[in-house]
């Protein structure tokens, strides 16, 4: 399967600063990948579509003003926590869809814990 | 609203038993299904995949069934070892141009040795 990094694996800041966490494809090129987040003790809970090149899809109920994605490269995609609160704290997963197929392919998560 | 339920939502069992987790949807028009093993603090793995016009798929002790009719699949693990302690989560893709999933609510599993 596909290889999927992110970066960090583990941030701590001061409430109202942004953090940023990157999603790599490493191994073959994603036009298409997902922003996930998961609170403790929960299941995953997609937050936004990230399309190279054009803007992302956002899911109901997530601020995409907050919740900045930019997927500049076939490789890469970030997302920009701004002004992070303390109920930002999470688990941030992201997944790389495999091009000409329905396969997704899951990065090793970024806890996010905003102070 | 699609909603996907698992039950159990927690399991503990002895080292060497065979068990099943259960994944419930409401939406039986699915594109496929897939179970994900969840390691505590890590991301997730894909054990299977099943699409819509399938029963079943098996990899190794792991058998997962799909039965759209009733809105359930099942996890089969058999002879369950310590190493295979995690949360399973199934997820649900109604395909399309998005290729969304959304999740189970997850077991957690642990093998007690």
């Known amino acids: 399967g596909a290889v999927v990094s992110q970066h960090p694996s583990r941030v701590i800041c001061k409430s109202g600063t942004s953090v940023k966490i990157e999603c790599r494809s490493l191994?073959?090129?994603?036009?298409?990948m997902f922003w996930y987040r998961q609170f403790p003790k929960q299941s995953l809970m997609l937050m936004a579509t990230s399309n190279e090149g054009s803007k992302a899809t956002y899911e109901q109920g997530v601020e995409k003003d907050k919740f900045l994605i930019n997927h500049a490269s076939l490789t890469l995609s970030t997302l920009t926590v701004t002004s992070a609160h303390p109920e930002d704290s999470s688990f941030y997963i992201c997944?790389?869809?495999?091009?000409?197929?329905?396969?997704?392919?899951f990065g090793p998560g970024t806890r996010l814990t905003v102070l | 609203k699609q909603e996907v339920t698992q039950i159990p939502a927690a399991l503990s069992v002895p080292e060497g038993e065979n068990l099943v987790l259960n994944c419930s949807f409401t939406?039986?028009?699915?594109?496929?299904l897939q179970w994900f093993r969840q390691d505590p603090g890590k991301g997730l793995t894909s054990l299977l995949l099943i699409q819509s016009s399938q029963r079943e798929q098996t990899s190794g002790r792991l058998n997962a069934s799909l039965d759209k009719s009733s809105g359930r699949s099942t996890l089969y693990i058999a002879a369950s070892q310590p190493g295979d302690s995690a949360t399973y989560l199934c997820?649900?893709?109604?395909?399309?141009?998005?290729?969304?999933?959304?999740f189970g609510t997850g077991t957690l599993l642990a093998v007690q040795p």
């Open positions: 997820a649900l893709n109604y395909g399309g141009a998005t290729n969304k999933l959304i």
């Open positions: 997944s790389v869809l495999a091009g000409g197929t329905d396969t997704q392919y």
């Open positions: 191994d073959f090129q994603a036009t298409t």
């Open positions: 939406d039986s028009a699915i594109y496929n």
